[in-house]
């Protein structure tokens, strides 16, 4: 089995007690399962590759009371079952947390071990509602939900004067989840969808769907999927004539994404959840950007911004949480937070709210193949 370990020592960048300079020692082991192969492969490296930007950062300063932060990534394929295996084992090993899972169902199918092991689940990077409402004791996201990226991104289109729009969905509860919001969108405008139509989430097969798309004249597609099935569908809209407007969602904000869909990539828009990545007026952006040119990295993307901001989320819990920081006492600690600073962002948890933020915003892909706001 793929399987990334990376020892990286943590510290907050304010707060009392911490140890600046001393040599990290004892660990603390914290555990992800993602999808590191197959059609979510790009976004997630660019979002672990960004955590670990952060954790490195922390490792150099010596961490909080001699402790290190041992971060254990298990490669679940994009598949719900093996994620769930994965988040098993990870548990059995004794992990303080599990951390930026990736994938709607793959994350429902880990939610029933989170009360069972009392162990905090910390930024899922989804945003599907299930995770917000109800309440779950034992999840603390950092992102908005999928629905709220889906309803903004249809109310942009029509405030832009496009009437027909269509949705493409996988036959899943990600696509369900995120479906919602366009038709709550779709609802506020008076207007309807041209086509909704769903396709299989492992085995996508757009050969009846993309003539329904084009025989709709649709001005604009909100294509909702992993990364290889939207690159995939665009390409097959593309070949049959389609010039509709390309939008697509967060979980497909990465640099890997745009080099997947090629010719295609220009002018596709694709959903936020955080600040410009280029806006060094953002204090987390700048943050971001400065330890990245320091340790010689390349550029920031809002993949990697994600990321970035879970890791911050995760280091500040574990430092209220210490000395000996256990599952319990990390998930005590994440719901002290109250408008906390992650750097121009605030993040709130209580024990009946563990939303942590809200922010959404719309991006379109340049010539570059960077994105633009």
Not at 97 to 109: K, M, N, S, Y
Not at 161 to 190: C, H, N, T, W, Y
């Amino acid at each position: 089995m793929f399987r990334v370990l990376q020892s990286v020592a943590w510290v907050a960048t304010c707060g009392a007690g911490l140890l600046l300079g001393a040599p990290a020692v004892a660990q603390i082991r914290i555990g992800q399962t993602a999808g590191f192969s197959g059609p979510v492969a790009a976004g997630v490296k660019e979002v672990t590759d960004g955590a670990r930007l952060y954790l490195d950062h922390v490792n150099k300063a010596g961490g909080v009371g001699g402790q290190s932060i041992e971060l254990v990534s298990l490669d679940d394929k994009f598949e719900p079952a093996l994620a769930a295996d994965n988040a098993k084992k990870l548990i059995d090993q004794g992990v303080v947390a599990l951390f930026l899972t990736r994938g709607t169902p793959h994350t429902q199918a880990v939610m029933p071990l989170l009360a069972q092991h009392r162990v905090p689940l910390v930024a899922p990077s989804t945003g599907a509602m299930v995770l917000h409402q109800p309440v779950h004791p034992w999840v603390f996201n950092v992102r908005a939900t999928y629905q709220r990226e889906a309803e903004r991104a249809v109310r942009h289109l029509s405030l832009i004067g496009m009437d027909r729009i269509a949705v493409l969905q996988p036959e899943d509860s990600f696509g369900d989840d995120a479906a919602a919001g366009a038709l709550k969108g779709f609802a506020g405008v008076g207007k309807q969808p041209v086509a909704h139509e769903k396709f299989d989430r492992t085995k996508p097969d757009f050969s009846t769907i993309v003539p329904k798309i084009v025989k709709a004249d649709a001005q604009a597609v909100l294509f909702i999927g992993a990364g290889g099935a939207v690159a995939d569908g665009v390409r097959q809209l593309r070949a049959a004539g389609s010039r509709a407007q390309l939008v697509t969602l967060s979980n497909n904000a990465s640099s890997g994404f745009v080099k997947s869909l090629g010719p295609h990539a220009r002018g596709t828009v694709v959903s936020q959840i955080f600040p410009y990545e280029r806006s060094l007026a953002t204090p987390i952006v700048k943050e971001a950007m400065d330890i990245a040119k320091a340790g010689g990295r390349g550029d920031v993307t809002p993949a990697m911004l994600e990321g970035y901001a879970a890791a911050k989320v995760l280091v500040e819990g574990l430092r209220r949480a210490s000395p000996g920081a256990t599952r319990e006492k990390l998930k005590t600690a994440l719901e002290t937070f109250r408008r906390h600073d992650i750097g121009g962002l605030e993040v709130t948890f209580t024990p009946t709210d563990h939303s942590g933020l809200d922010y959404a915003d719309l991006s379109i892909v340049g010539e570059d193949g960077a994105f633009r706001r």
